[in-house]
């Protein structure tokens, strides 16, 4: 009698295993089949990844409850909690499909009981958010609550005209173009999850462990060796995975031990790991599926999304790999060949050509004229095909069904960081407090472009704090955007320079999540890493500027060639002297004057002038011929 609760328990859970794997399949398959042949209409189609994303996460959440090592009253009644908030929100998503329904085809008002439905569903996916996400996402929805409710109390600029509940709920809840069904909802659906997907079966297929491989290969012959092989990984994996944190633990629990070996601090290894996994981000193709909403919400094609921000991120890239260099000099590492890591075997070389032609299948599909979403459709397809090659793929096929299911519990858990994202769109959207807030920047920037952009760069980094990537970068082009549209920027610039600091502000203390998870990989300070990171990083805080100045390095955006050729040789120039002055060393130890002169010399290499940056390049170009000529002998001779 004493044991059947257990095994009841034992059978119950994997009941709940097996209903979440279903549903999540499902998804999938839906999100894969809906993508490339359409199937629903807009309200039905909403509301049911809704539903299909709160039952996996919310039911997946129970499992873990039951699961757990410790039983109590509070843990039943969690359990309960749980099982009431998601009868609750699907009867207010269902209260959403009828209302809807019949807004289509006449006029409604809204009810009083329409209004519960709405805040119960508000409250239902703002506590979801909270255990999914973390309490960054859910204050800033909270304080975006509070003020459409109250707002109207507020003194000065802050007041709005005020808004009645129904009224709040019509336009967070009962609307198809703001609100947690609105417009932002039908581009994730339609576009992103198809790539989230993608990314996820793509590790599942082997690339992974392949591309890391490679990436030691290619830089075996470097003095950082497995630090520039993580950076090599990391802008491959980091591309496809949309997510600083997955990046991180899918190559940095390998490249991060094999940083340490080599002689890098702990600190180092897991920086250099945040660095580049958050880099990732900003590398097309995909650049996390950011670039596909950064297409739509800006109307501008793709393939000219990812042409502009090549350049800024091949920038990047090479800003790390001069660190990792100066830092290797600095700590006396020298380039030694491990040719177990480097052996390439038929199996990897098959691997290579299933990513490569995945990656193609998008490129060339959009060239084609079809619209991204087809492009990770046919991108998915052919990697379904290719698949075949893996021998663990042909002996199990499950194994891409389990691919299909994580990606589509990857798929849930952003509809509800969407779903938090569209009630704060809905909020500045009703209130007009974005309109506000930028001419808030302007009067902070005191007319001056460089000042507005400083400011617009702080308001953007603490708004991403915390945050993944896409949400990063959906709140802050929705508040910022206008703000630094009215600097008389391109519309494309704005949303390259907000979606760089939504990426870095990963990196950016105190909260700096990228290096606080890579830290305990390397087993060393999380807040001594995210310094760290900040340093190594820096270029990224700085491109931004670059490009906003000087759009033609975004190759789509007013291209000059004479600007072109002026403005790469100073960049790069300006890379090397801001890593190299940060780290203090470059050859031999930099004292103060000339670690000070170096930045100096690096800023001016950037200014708008020609009679100063041109002055500039110049002394740069004497800095580097003293310490790659003379400096050497100096070293030499205080050896001897």
């Known amino acids: 009698m004493t044991e059947k609760p257990a095994i009841t328990e034992t059978n119950g859970t994997k009941i709940l295993e097996f209903l979440v794997a279903a549903i999540a399949l499902l998804f999938a398959l839906q999100t894969i089949y809906a993508t490339g042949f359409g199937l629903f209409y807009p309200i039905e189609q909403r509301a049911g990844v809704y539903v299909a994303s709160a039952l996996i996460v ?5 499992i873990q409850l039951s699961t757990g090592p410790e039983k109590s009253s509070f843990t039943k009644f969690q359990i309960l909690l749980d099982i009431a908030m998601l009868v609750g929100l699907v009867w207010s998503i269902q209260r959403y499909m009828m209302v809807m329904t019949v807004m289509a085809e006449d006029i409604y008002e809204i009810e009083t009981v329409d209004t519960i439905a709405a805040f119960i569903g508000i409250i239902v996916f703002l506590e979801i958010t909270r255990r999914v996400w973390g309490r960054t996402l859910f204050i800033c929805c909270l304080i975006c609550l509070a003020y459409i409710l109250i707002g109207k109390d507020l ?4 007041a709005h005209s005020g808004f009645s509940l129904d009224q709040v709920a019509e336009n ?24 989230v997907v993608f990314g996820v079966l793509l590790e599942t297929t082997g690339a992974g462990e392949t591309l890391i491989k490679y990436a030691f290969r290619v830089t075996k012959r470097t003095r950082g060796g497995p630090a520039h092989a993580a950076i090599v990984a990391s802008s491959l994996f980091g591309t496809m995975s949309g997510s600083p944190v997955a990046n991180i633990v899918g190559t940095g629990t390998f490249t991060i031990p094999m940083i340490k070996k080599r002689g890098f601090s702990p600190a180092f290894a897991a920086g250099i790991e945040a ?12 650049m996390g599926a950011a670039a596909l909403v950064m297409a739509d919400l800006a109307g501008i094609p793709y393939l000219f999304v990812i042409a502009a921000a090549l350049l800024p991120a091949i920038f990047y890239y090479i800003s790390l790999f001069f660190s990792v260099t100066v830092e ?26 299933m990513f490569a032609t995945a990656i193609g299948a998008v490129v060339i599909s959009l060239l084609l004229g079809f619209s991204p979403a087809m492009a990770g459709f046919f991108a998915l397809c052919t990697l379904g095909v290719t698949s075949v090659v893996n021998p663990m793929i042909r002996k199990d096929p499950s194994i891409l069904v389990k691919g299909l299911i994580k990606g589509a519990i ?19 959207d009703t209130t007009g407090v974005g309109l506000k807030f930028a001419g808030l920047v302007e009067h902070l920037g005191a007319g001056s472009l460089f000042l507005s952009l400083l400011v617009a760069m702080a308001g953007a980094l603490v708004l991403g704090m915390g945050m993944p990537t896409l949400p990063a970068y959906l709140i802050i082009i929705l508040i910022m955007g206008p703000a630094i549209k009215l600097l008389g920027l391109s519309t494309l610039v704005v949303h390259l320079f907000v979606f760089y600091y939504g990426v870095a502000s990963s990196l950016t203390p105190p909260v700096a999540i990228a290096a606080f998870v890579a830290a305990p990989i390397a087993g060393a300070n999380p807040f001594m890493t995210a310094l760290m990171a900040l340093r190594i990083g820096a270029v990224k805080f700085i491109i931004p500027f670059v490009f906003a100045y000087y759009p033609t390095l975004l190759l789509v955006e007013q291209f ?16 090397y002297l801001i890593s190299s002055a940060l780290s203090a060393f470059d050859r031999v130890r930099l004292d103060w004057i000339s670690l000070g002169l170096r930045l100096v010399v690096a800023i001016a290499l950037l200014l708008t002038s020609w009679q100063i940056h041109w002055a500039a390049f110049l002394v740069g170009a004497t800095i580097l011929y003293h310490h790659w000529k003379v400096a050497p002998d100096k070293e030499t001779a205080a050896l001897a």
């Not at 003194?155 to 802050?158: K, M, R, S, T, Y």
């Not at 173009?177 to 576009?191: L, R, Y």
């Not at 004479?562 to 960049?571: D, E, G, N, Y």
Request: with cysteine.
């Open 560 to 575: 000059d060639l004479a600007t072109f050729f002026s403005i790469v040789p100073r960049l790069l120039m300006a890379i």
């Open 410 to 428: 990857n798929c849930a858990e952003l509809m509800i960081s969407v779903a938090a994202i569209e009630i704060i769109v809905g909020v500045l």
């Open 275 to 286: 660095t580049a996994s958050c880099g990732g981000q900003i590398m097309p193709p995909i």
């Open 328 to 353: 290797a000099r600095k700590q006396g590492i020298e380039p030694e060949i491990d040719e177990s890591l480097m052996i390439i075997t038929k199996q990897d070389k098959l691997n290579a050509i």
């Open 58 to 62: 919310i039911l997946g959440g129970i």
């Open 155 to 158: 003194p000065g600029f802050l």
């Open 172 to 195: 967070l809840w009962f609307n198809l173009n703001k609100g947690v069904f609105g417009t932002i909802t039908n581009i994730v659906i339609n576009i992103v999850l198809i790539f």
